[in-house]
C-alpha cells in the first residue's frame, strides 16, 4: 500500500509556472504508475499526465501536451509534474495516483490509491 502527498499548488498569473510534487510512503514505490489527473469545480476528473514505473513511458492529456512534464525519482519516492505556460482552464485541484497493475493507465478508474490535491488557481 501507498499513501500520497501533493505539494507545490499555488495562485500564479497567466504564463506562469508551478512544480507539482507527490511524495510516496511505502517500499514499493518503483512499482507503481503514478499519474496526475485535476478536476475543476462542475467538471469531471480529467488526465493530465501519468508515468511507467521505471520513467521510460510517459503520457499526456491533449490540453497539456508540450506545456507539462512529468517525471519522478524512484530513490526519493517523488513524482513532479512541471507545468509551464500556464492558463487560467489550467485551474483546478490536481491529484497525485498511482496503480500497481504494472500497466500505466490513463484513465482514473484504474489508479488504487490517492492524495488528497492540490489547488491550482491561474488568474487571467
Known amino acids: 500500500q501507498v499513501q500520497l502527498v501533493e505539494s507545490g499548488g499555488g495562485l500564479v498569473e497567466a504564463g506562469g509556472s508551478l512544480r507539482l510534487s507527490c511524495a510516496a510512503s511505502g517500499r514499493t514505490f518503483s512499482s507503481y504508475a503514478m499519474a496526475w489527473f485535476r478536476q475543476a469545480p462542475g467538471k469531471e476528473r480529467e488526465f493530465v499526465a501519468a508515468?511507467?514505473?521505471?520513467?521510460?513511458?510517459?503520457y499526456y492529456g491533449d490540453s497539456v501536451k508540450g506545456r507539462f512534464t512529468i517525471s519522478r525519482d524512484n530513490a526519493k519516492k517523488t513524482v513532479h509534474l512541471q507545468m509551464n505556460s500556464l492558463k487560467p482552464e489550467d485551474t483546478a485541484v490536481y491529484y497525485c495516483?498511482?496503480?500497481?497493475?504494472?500497466?500505466?493507465?490513463?484513465?482514473?478508474?484504474?489508479?488504487?490509491?490517492w492524495g488528497q490535491g492540490t489547488q491550482v488557481t491561474v488568474s487571467s
Open positions: 495516483a498511482a496503480d500497481d497493475s504494472g500497466a500505466t493507465p490513463r484513465v482514473s478508474i484504474y489508479y488504487d490509491y
Open positions: 508515468i511507467s514505473w521505471a520513467g521510460g513511458n510517459r
